[in-house]
């Protein structure tokens, strides 16, 4: 534990576990606890961080035989009012940007997430995901564009019937440790998954190498600049 | 809890309480129950009013049959007219509360408004709920769904969107 009782992710655990934090970013509303929830079904009591007012949950994992801690950060309704407290951003390896298909506006403020998140964390993998697919089913045939614009794996997922939810978050586990060691690889297999089904049948009218140009902002491309990169986001420049 | 069904519910205003209508199955008989809110004032927390009533000893078997969104909705219309505002006015206030729009930004709404909406849409989340002791329950599922034979959603087009930043 480091100051203020939070956690120190750069610290390993005890049995030398690797530990990672993925935080939830979204409008109010659009699902986060549940799908936090959803993933880590029963028995999981969140811990409080009283300072901020803030919950996380502890889960235990492997990737690539490799012991993980993971905190899953949620807000705890800190989004009102578009006020995070900026420890909620501080040393986080992944984010998951969620919307609600049931509510456009929703959708309209994700860039305004994902700035916010880019102000803390240049470079941290994030996903993107759209939730309450149960509501109605048929909103899975139509396309959103801006986590292919944002180069973001994009999710269908439902916290009420458990669509995708798991999948999701083993991904963004995955990523954070990727990210955490140095490694884009995993990132890059996943949008390589995402765009090979497309080139399928698109005639090939993009490569890979085409779209790499117009990246910016997903910080799932390269690893440049991360120097430091724990350390340099706690102050809004 | 099979034994009664609940098949109206409403409210009074002095005293102050919850009013239930129920059919009692073993006897097939229609019941009538009247369920006062304690130390209700202007000032009454709703949430916490409707906490009270639902760990009730006596009355919660009977208020847990109605949805809590329904619930919070009576008490919130009880005390809306103990703050001196006409039925009517009351109704439109709880319908407009009761409504998703979606293009409402949740982020900057009070409390109470938030907490309203949030229940109407945990009433649809519970419904699609699949519960670990539901018999097609699967932890991990996966669908994929076909992107290419897709329609544009519309919510990518509009002018003034905020994509570029």
């Not at chain 1, 029963?42 to 961080?49: E, F, I, N, R, S």
């Not at chain 2, 009977?62 to 809306?80: C, E, F, G, H």
């Amino acid at each position: 534990m480091a100051k203020n009782g939070e956690p120190d992710y750069d610290q390993v655990g005890d049995e030398g576990e690797c530990k990672v934090k993925i935080i939830c970013l979204g409008d109010s509303a659009v699902g986060k606890s549940k799908l936090v929830e959803r993933f880590l079904m029963d028995g999981y009591k969140p811990q409080q961080l009283s300072t901020y007012a803030l919950t996380l949950f502890n889960y235990k994992t492997e990737v690539n035989k490799q012991k993980v801690l993971v905190d899953f950060w949620d807000t705890a309704g800190q989004e009102r009012f578009n006020n995070m407290h900026p420890s909620y951003y501080h040393q986080a390896h992944a984010c998951i940007l969620v919307f609600d298909t049931t509510r456009k506006v929703t959708y309209k403020n994700l860039p305004l997430w994902l700035k916010e998140l880019r102000e803390y964390r240049p470079e941290i993998p994030c996903l993107c995901c759209a939730n309450k697919i149960d509501v109605d089913y048929n909103v899975t045939k139509k396309s959103f564009g801006f986590a292919k614009k944002q180069r973001m794996p994009f999710y269908f997922v439902s916290a009420s019937d458990g669509t995708n939810v798991v999948k999701m978050f083993n991904d963004a586990i995955r990523a954070a440790v990727a990210y955490k060691n140095d490694s884009t690889d995993f990132m890059d297999e996943i949008m390589r998954e995402l765009e090979n089904f497309e080139l399928e049948t698109d005639s090939g009218s993009q490569t890979l190498d085409d779209k790499k140009d117009n990246v910016s902002e997903s910080g799932l491309e390269s690893s440049k600049n991360k120097d430091n990169d724990d350390d340099d986001s706690d102050v809004k420049s | 809890m099979d034994e009664i069904e609940i098949q109206k519910c409403g409210v009074k205003f002095d005293p102050p309480g919850i009013v239930v209508v129920y059919n009692e199955k073993c006897s097939n008989k229609q019941r009538r129950r009247t369920m006062p809110l304690r130390d209700f004032t202007k000032n009454t927390n709703v949430e916490k009013a409707t906490q009270d009533l639902l760990s009730h000893p006596r009355h919660g078997k009977y208020v847990s049959l109605i949805t809590k969104a329904q619930l919070v909705r009576l008490v919130t219309i009880v005390r809306d007219k103990l703050n001196g505002m006409s039925l009517e006015a009351s109704l439109a206030r709880n319908d407009a509360l009761d409504k998703i729009d979606p293009e409402e930004n949740l982020n900057t709404v009070d409390e109470e408004t938030l907490k309203r909406k949030k229940a109407v849409m945990d009433k649809t989340f519970e419904k699609h709920q699949v519960k670990p002791d539901d018999p097609d329950f699967k932890y991990d599922v996966e669908v994929e769904f076909d992107e290419n034979n897709v329609i544009e959603s519309g919510w990518d087009s509009e002018e003034g969107s905020d994509m570029e930043f």
